[in-house]
């Protein structure tokens, strides 16, 4: 995690850079604002992973000396068999139309995205995997 925190705390620099670089040359608002904030959003990214390195053990793509196979393994727990991702994506999609075609289509995608979103939230909390 330290290469990654510092790839984009690197990038963060860059960014700032040729935010300020991009303002001065072209005086245009709206490049100038999305390079700032995509400058904020790389120095956010890699001071969470900076912090998190600290705080994890040294994986292996922070050992020069470590091979392909050191890093395989078990990454995570990955649902096999979820549909709330399916509820979200649509009623985000009915929701970014709404933006665009009219805001009454709001009041339909917005429980779309609840149901979706307590779906998933507490998608192992019933059945025989529910705590009492």
């Not at 705390?9 to 999305?34: D, H, I, N, Q, R």
């Amino acid at each position: 995690m330290k290469i990654q925190g510092k790839m984009f705390l690197w990038l963060a620099v860059f960014l700032l850079v040729m935010a300020v670089v991009y303002g001065v040359w072209s005086k245009e608002p709206a490049g100038t604002t999305a390079l700032f904030l995509a400058f904020g959003l790389s120095i956010m990214i890699g001071y969470y992973l900076a912090f998190t390195a600290r705080r994890v053990d040294t994986g292996a793509q922070d050992n020069k000396e470590a091979d392909v196979a050191d890093d395989a393994g078990e990454l995570g727990f990955f649902s096999p068999h979820s549909w709330q991702p399916l509820a979200l994506g649509i009623g985000g999609a009915f929701a970014f139309l709404g933006i665009a075609v009219g805001w009454w289509l709001l009041y339909f995608s917005l429980p779309i995205l609840l149901v979706g979103l307590w779906g998933w939230v507490f998608e192992y909390y019933r059945g025989e995997n529910r705590t009492q």
